[in-house]
T-cell receptor, first 111, second 113 residues
Framework: AQSVTQPDIHITVSEGASLELRCNYS??????LFWYVQSPGQGLQLLLK??????LVQGIKGFEAEFKRSQSSFNLRKPSVHWSDAAEYFC?????????FGTGTRLQVFP | GAGVSQSPSNKVTEKGKDVELRCDPI?????LYWYRQSLGQGLEFLIY????????KSGLPSDRFSAERTGGSVSTLTIQRTQQEDSAVYLC???????????FGPGTRLTVT
């Protein structure tokens, strides 16, 4: 069955520090992978996506993610976190239709 | 409009009442999805419409939940005889090709008292 695991429920970093949010997926074929961000009281905004090709994908707001098939992972990274990055982050996998989401990682940023 | 819109933004209802939630997808998007976001359950898929095909209802939690999409555009999610466990944020998304990038609306926060 398709599934997504985000092992970190809550992460706290200092502003300016680097960030890596983990995501592991289970999917029988080549997955379509996504990272979404949800700020408090807001809807979901797409940060980046992987469909095929280059395994390192760039997204908005300075985020990037790397698809590693051997590890079934699609970790999200940012070299220097800003206070405005505090939000909840969701990894998702899609087949031909619906998205299967992970449980999310809440990011807290300290000044 | 430029994005997916949903109405109402907030809905408070009494247990046992029926509610209707509306979604206006991005113009031209053929695929429309409903998800539910609740504490303890995360983001759950509910139902998916693609063009004129029969919808994928595999995520609907009970027969109290139904949805329709008229004219391939606007969709309405109906919950009959609401229960307290139906309290959640209901999110709608649309995409141009199925499986492509999904654009989400701001959601409807449903509270059942």
């Amino acid at each position: 069955a398709q599934s997504v695991t985000q092992p970190d429920i809550h992460i706290t970093v200092s502003e300016g520090a680097s960030l890596e949010l983990r995501c592991n997926y289970s999917y029988g074929a080549t997955p379509y992978l996504f990272w979404y961000v949800q700020s408090p009281g807001q809807g979901l905004q797409l940060l980046l996506k992987y469909f095929s090709g280059d395994t390192l994908v760039q997204g908005i707001k300075g985020f990037e993610a790397e698809f590693k098939r051997s590890q079934s992972s699609f970790n999200l990274r940012k070299p220097s976190v800003h206070w405005s990055d505090a939000a909840e982050y969701f990894c998702a996998v899609a087949g031909t239709d619906k998205l299967i989401f992970g449980t999310g990682t809440r990011l807290q940023v300290f000044p | 409009g430029a994005g997916v819109s949903q109405s109402p933004s907030n809905k408070v209802t009494e247990k046992g009442k029926d509610v209707e939630l509306r979604c206006d997808p991005i113009s031209g998007h053929t695929a429309l999805y409903w998800y539910r976001q609740s504490l303890g359950q995360g983001l759950e898929f509910l139902i998916y419409f693609q063009g004129n095909s029969a919808p994928d209802k595999s995520g609907l939690p009970s027969d109290r939940f139904s949805a329709e999409r008229t004219g391939g555009s606007v969709s309405t999610l109906t919950i009959q005889r609401t229960q307290q466990e139906d309290s959640a944020v209901y999110l709608c998304a649309s995409s141009l090709p199925p499986g492509g990038e999904q654009y989400f609306g701001p959601g409807t926060r449903l509270t059942v008292t």
